[in-house]
T-cell receptor, first 114, second 113 residues
Framework: NAGVTQTPKFQVLKTGQSMTLQCAQD?????MSWYRQDPGMGLRLIHY???????DQGEVPNGYNVSRSTTEDFPLRLLSAAPSQTSVYFC?????????????FGPGTRLTVL | QQQVKQSPQSLIVQKGGISIINCAYE??????FPWYQQFPGKGPALLIA?????SEKKEGRFTISFNKSAKQFSLHIMDSQPGDSATYFC????????????FGTGTRLQVTL
């Protein structure tokens, strides 16, 4: 199993450009999430999904869109990038149910918006 | 509003010493408290977790102490090693809320020789 994969690893955008951060998992996990990590702020939840076709907002959803058409993929879209979106983005997944809430994180995408 | 407060921001410990990181939470509905370890350039990985029905959980050199009445929990790393040098995040979530983890701000641990 590759686990959770993210592409690209690094990206530089200009203000106003759009792009999609890709996330895929091969563990057949129902739950997937996107977090952003900023210095001194920990990780903050952007959007999450409990299954194909179902998404919901997290703590900091503004400026980001998501969709979940398959169990495996959960892309994050920036429609009009802003410098405030410069961050490291992590995708995570976990199986539904069970006693643990262990989330498995991808390696991250470092995004710089100029 | 930071629902999970973590301290210290950074910590330097000598090899063989004990590293202690503290977290406090506000939401009494939280019922799962994991600690994640993150190495530079990598994603966070689950280190150890606890539920409030126990006051302590130990896995190898890592121990979580939990104080429900004080709404505090802490990570203790015994016999700290240079390989433990990483950033540690405490987190909390409420059962049934899918993947909605609330993280602390992180502690950068450096273990010196």
């Amino acid at each position: 199993n590759a686990g959770v994969t993210q592409t690209p690893k690094f990206q530089v955008l200009k203000t106003g450009q759009s792009m999609t951060l890709q996330c895929a998992q091969d563990m057949n996990h129902e739950y997937m999430s996107w977090y952003r990590q900023d210095p001194g702020m920990g990780l903050r939840l952007i959007h999450y999904s409990v299954g194909a076709g179902i998404t919901d907002q997290g703590e900091v959803p503004n400026g980001y869109n998501v969709s979940r058409s398959t169990t495996e993929d959960f892309p994050l879209r920036l429609l009009s990038a802003a410098p405030s979106q410069t961050s490291v983005y992590f995708c995570a997944s976990r199986p539904a149910g069970g006693r643990t809430d262990t989330q498995y994180f991808g390696p991250g995408t470092r995004l710089t918006v100029l | 509003q930071q629902q999970v407060k973590q301290s210290p921001q950074s910590l330097i410990v000598q090899k063989g010493g004990i590293s202690i990181i503290n977290c406090a939470y506000e939401n009494t509905a939280f019922d799962y408290f994991p600690w994640y370890q993150q190495f530079p350039g990598k994603g966070p990985a689950l280190l150890i977790a606890i539920r409030p029905d126990v006051s302590e959980k130990k896995e190898g050199r890592f121990t979580i102490s939990f104080n429900k009445s004080a709404k505090q929990f802490s990570l203790h790393i015994m016999d700290s090693q240079p390989g433990d040098s990483a950033t540690y995040f405490c987190a909390a979530t409420r059962g049934g809320t899918a993947s909605k983890l609330t993280f602390g701000t992180g502690t950068r641990l450096q273990v010196t020789l």
